[in-house]
């Protein structure tokens, strides 16, 4: 099989987001358009890095094909080895971790995350490094640079390989090595939790939990850790079978989105612990009966409960957090001791406290929680860290969330989303924000009065590599605070995200409903950023 040399054009616009490049299929479709970008990844590794490489994906329309193609131009690469989830299938998290126990040069991993699938929706492509983490901002910055001066890339003339069967096959010059995508991921969980513990309430017939794929990734991990490591009846994971298009619908793990999941936790005999994870598997909502339990306060009761886990021997070097993110976490950190981060939004920038040995957990609102383990957020991680707790304090979800305000105070927080918003009128918008930042200080806004206001600017404390233009941040002199950012996932128009937060440390006030509570700080993003007059739209398309 001989290496053959393919002519391209370089294409606009294949500059990595907040996780990877995504675009709609039909894009990825276009002559070269994948090659352009994958090569554009080889070549900003460097000749000499290209060893051996992790594949798979959340199992999207698309993924077989992309991987076949991707395995041709690896062989013609260099590589010397691919090791490659049957069926194509790999969790991003599980991607994450084969890279790490394989020592692999990187992986790549094919996903559009919660973005729908299906010839007419997303498809995606990410680039992990050693470390198993997202590229840094340095290296997305040079596959990009290496996408706008393209001239050819290399690949193999070769048939489809089998990727449906463990085992390994030579292309050209490469060892395929076909894997089971769950079971080294699974031994990794059985390894930070107690499993015995877990499974003695899974099993006793009393504890109901429910699990929802929602047709994506995490099926199969699922139905082999909650119901057949664990013991959980048959049927506790629903929507398990991954399917090319997610079954039509959205799997994103909100309340918005993971209708059946919630529709059983509110109707008649709930299960007592509900979960739901996204498209590749690194993301997770979490629910009590008849109980939500907001991403930011999950990340801070995993923090507070972390001595409960076997895994990490009673400690947490440190914690780390979304901007975005409410400042639960930073309250258990001050309490306990250790250093809380604040990160821009996006994986990506904790891997390198992580390598650092600066911080065991962190997470994001955006359903995203992590630790140390791997370096990608981990939805399944997430609810048997839960179901840990829950074994270990005898107490249900609702109760040891309430238990948590009362101690450390209650950081209301919600995010509305607009979605496909005019993306003239949405950079608009956050110019003339940014304008105005210097006149804001002093200034009240329905009944709140600014004490800061600026747009967020990270140093990597690790490699001092800076990173601009991350969000503006309004805070005000009550502690509450409102960020204003554009989405970097979106695939049309622009995405404008409003998150506002506020403290109540008042144990009468603690149960107020969220959107209540933050009713005049939701009015005061308006007034500042005149949300409704400038995009046209009266209401978030989500509210999380
Ligand atoms: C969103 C979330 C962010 C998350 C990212 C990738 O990014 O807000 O917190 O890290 O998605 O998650 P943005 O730029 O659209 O706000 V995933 O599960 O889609 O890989
Ligand atoms: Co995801």
Not at 422 to 428: E, S
Request: charged residues 20%; negative net charge; glycine residues 12%.
């Amino acid at each position: 099989m001989s290496v053959t040399r393919i002519e391209t054009r370089p294409y606009d616009g294949q500059k990595p987001g907040t996780s990877g490049l995504r675009k709609r299929v039909a894009e990825f479709q276009q002559p070269h358009y994948l090659e352009n970008f994958v090569q554009s990844i080889f070549n900003a590794i460097g000749g000499d890095q290209r060893q051996s490489l992790v594949l798979g994906g959340d199992g999207r329309y698309f993924n077989r094909e992309a991987l076949q193609r991707i395995l041709c131009m690896a062989a013609a690469n260099g590589f010397s080895h691919a090791i490659v989830g049957r069926g194509g299938l790999l969790s991003t998290p599980a991607a994450s971790c084969l890279i790490r126990k394989h020592s692999a040069t990187g992986g790549i991993i094919l996903s559009a995350s919660h973005n729908p699938g299906g010839p007419e929706a997303d498809f995606g492509i990410k680039f992990n490094g050693s470390n198993g983490g997202p590229a840094t901002e340095t290296v997305t910055a040079r596959i990009h640079e290496c996408t706008r001066h393209i001239d050819h890339y290399l690949t193999l003339d070769a048939r489809n390989i089998d990727i449906d069967h463990d085992g390994s096959q030579m292309l050209g010059n490469m060892v395929v090595e076909v894997i089971d995508p769950v079971s080294d991921y699974a031994d990794l969980m059985a390894s930070i939790f107690d499993f015995p513990a877990i499974a003695k309430v899974l099993g006793n017939g009393r504890f109901h939990v429910c699990f929802d794929a929602m047709h994506a990734i995490t099926g199969p991990y699922a139905t082999e850790i909650l119901e057949r490591r664990l013991g959980a009846p048959a049927g506790t994971v629903i929507n398990g079978e991954p399917l090319e298009d997610f079954g039509g619908a959205h799997p994103d793990p909100n309340l918005a989105h993971a209708r059946e999941l919630v529709a059983r936790m509110n109707g008649d005999n709930p299960p007592d612990f509900g979960a739901a994870s996204d498209g590749d598997g690194d993301r997770n909502m979490v629910l009590g009966k008849g109980f939500y339990i907001n991403p930011c306060d999950s990340l801070a009761v995993l923090a507070a409960n972390a001595h409960l886990i076997p895994g990490y021997n009673g400690r947490l070097a440190g914690v780390a957090r979304s901007m975005p993110t409410s400042r639960a976490v930073d309250r258990v950190a001050a309490a306990k001791g250790f250093d809380c981060h604040e990160t821009p939004t996006g994986w990506k920038f904790f891997g390198n406290l992580m390598d650092a040995g600066l911080i065991t957990l962190c997470g994001e609102e955006s359903f995203g929680t992590g630790s140390s383990h791997v370096r990608e957020k981990d939805g399944l991680w997430a609810v048997l860290y839960w179901l840990n707790i829950i074994a270990e304090r005898k107490q249900p979800a609702h109760a040891i969330v309430r238990e948590h305000w009362r101690q450390y105070g209650r950081d209301f927080f919600t995010r509305h989303d607009y979605e496909n918003v005019d993306a003239t009128a949405a950079d608009a918008l956050m110019h003339d924000l940014r304008e105005s930042l210097p006149g804001l200080v002093g200034q009240s806004f329905s009944g709140h009065t600014v004490s800061a206001a600026d747009d967020f600017r990270y140093v990597d404390p690790v490699d001092g590599s800076v990173s601009e233009g991350q969000g503006i941040r309004v805070f005000f002199e009550d502690d509450a605070r409102i960020v204003y950012r554009l989405s970097g996932t979106g695939t049309a128009g622009a995405t404008l995200r409003v998150y506002c937060d506020s403290f109540q440390l008042d144990p009468s006030l603690l149960e107020v409903d969220t959107q209540r509570a933050l009713g005049s700080v939701l009015q005061a993003a308006d007034d500042i950023a005149g949300i409704v007059s400038r995009t046209g739209r009266t209401s978030p398309d989500v509210i999380t």
